[in-house]
């Protein structure tokens, strides 16, 4: 049974930094692309970053360039988002989703999906 369990998330002040964790089960990590998404009441879900089975050219939303970071520890079943400089507008709750089908991130259409941990950014 495939399952991801986020955790890391919590309320910060603008400027600050956290750092997301996704721990899958279920399934070898080791081969499948996972991606970090984010949704905000009333507004579309987006994808915020995704990491291919090969750990080569994560994606990042534009506006998260430059201050998030993906990476994974396949030994630790584990994908984590390190988020810097965080700002009101990065407030969501963040789910981590894979396939487990493919490796690659350009054909991952996430069917699998954790919880959501929330991130408030606030003064």
């Known amino acids: 049974q495939v399952q991801l369990v986020e955790s890391g998330g919590n309320s910060v002040q603008p400027g600050g930094s956290l750092t997301l964790s996704c721990v899958v089960s279920g399934f070898t990590l080791d081969y499948y692309a996972v991606g970090w998404f984010r949704k905000v009441p009333g507004k579309r879900r987006e994808e915020v970053s995704c990491i291919s089975s090969s750990d080569r050219s994560p994606t990042y939303l534009d506006a998260v360039k430059g201050r998030f970071t993906i990476s994974r520890d396949n030994a630790k079943n584990t994908v984590y988002l390190q988020m810097n400089d965080l700002k009101p507008e990065d407030t969501a709750i963040y789910y981590c989703?894979?396939?487990?089908?493919?490796?690659?991130?350009?054909?991952?259409?996430?069917?699998?999906w954790g919880q959501g941990t929330r991130v408030i950014v606030s003064s």
């Open positions: 989703a894979t396939d487990a089908r493919t490796g690659l991130c350009d054909e991952m259409g996430p069917s699998y």
